[in-house]
């Protein structure tokens, strides 16, 4: 029968071992969803590694220990929010902003957009008010929270939408500080 420092040792190597490879099967889907296809490759091989030893610590001895079970499910919760957290910090890519600003302050948003340095692409629509402005902006998804701030700066209840872009090509972006 094992001690109680083998035991937790054991509980605390399956939980740090899901945190670590559910972390990097988040990295390995983001990196596969933007085309980096030879280091999605290489992370998904890392992570099923270390799957393999996690699963094979928990399930020795058959399940009867729920110290492991639960070791193994807090792991894998906290390795995905862990993988988020990640996913936010590198924040790699472009998304696409979709903006349907009150007629009153579309020139103020384009100008404020402009002057920080996106770039802003206004197209005439009809909602159902009538016609309205339609401003697209890709932007960094480094720099979405500063995009947004300027929009709830100039008009705080102004309606829009971001989406993911997985492609793109030219575009005016913000210089970045440092470079």
Known sequence: MPG???LLFGYLF???ARVIDMSLDVIRLLFLMRNRRLLS???GFIEISIFIVALNKAISGGLTDPGKIVAYAGGFATGNYIGSLIEEKLAFGHLSMQIFPAPDVVDRLVATLKQAGFGVTAVAGEGR???RDILFVAIKR???QR???LLRCVEPDTFFNISETRNIHGGIFPE????
């Open 4 to 6: 109680w420092e083998e």
């Open 14 to 16: 399956i939980f740090f």
């Open 142 to 144: 480094k720099d979405l």
């Open 147 to 149: 995009a947004v701030d």
């Open 129 to 131: 008010y009538g016609k």
């Open 41 to 43: 490759t290489v992370i």
């Open 176 to 179: 970045r500080k440092g470079k």
